[in-house]
């Protein structure tokens, strides 16, 4: 009994890395083609596109989990055109009876229409690069393994837990939220390019309005930033301020 155990469990493993492998495998791609896709589009517009599509699929999955809007099924069934061709595959290595077998499973089943996954390729895609992309779906392909690994009465309360309504609805929110949150950023912002102006970097953003900024003498960035006039007396209300810029920073005005 413990020998069958041992080897379920190594099948399992086998299994999720083949799952999560064809999930890097797809980020690769969508992100290498997005690179090639960014590479001919001004660096605003690029930027641009990036957030719409970033913050678009979020809020479209946030709505998905909370049962709002089915709309990423849509995404499903045109994956299912792919995934015809794909099954057969997989039903050449049942039963599955070896690690290696349940390997190859894995990466043929990490192609299965689902509408999450859409979701997170739909950000690898916004990525710009192959290698981001990448790690993307592999951080996403990671995240599912709790709830595949889990076994026993555990999966079961897992499972009932993650199905409840006000669990989904409370996931998909957040989801949502995050959505809103990034097609509002990064607000005012600061670049970074090269001479040729062909390399562009985003260093910083979340500025209301800043006329210009300046250095001091061990070069550190500064800025004065405008208030919202209308939103005076309110809780959300941001006066006016004078900001120590550091690369990597959010000031926080959507």
Known sequence: RRAASSAAHRALAAYNLGRIASYAVAGAIVGFLSAQILHVIPPPQARLISKIITGGFMIALGLYLAGWWPGLQILEKWGGVLWRHIEPLG?????????????????VWGWLPCGMVYAVLAWALASGSAGQGAALMLAFGLGTLPMLLAIGAMAEWLKDFVRHPRVRQGAGLIVLLFGLYTLLAPGGHVLRTDREGKQWELLLGGFRNSYDFDFNTAGEMFTF???MEWDWGL???????ITHNVIGGEYGWR
């Open 235 to 241: 809780p959300w209300y941001r006066p006016t301020r």
């Open 225 to 227: 930033d405008s208030d």
């Open 91 to 107: 039903r050449r290595l049942l039963p599955v009876d070896h690690p290696l077998k349940a390997l190859a499973f894995g990466l």
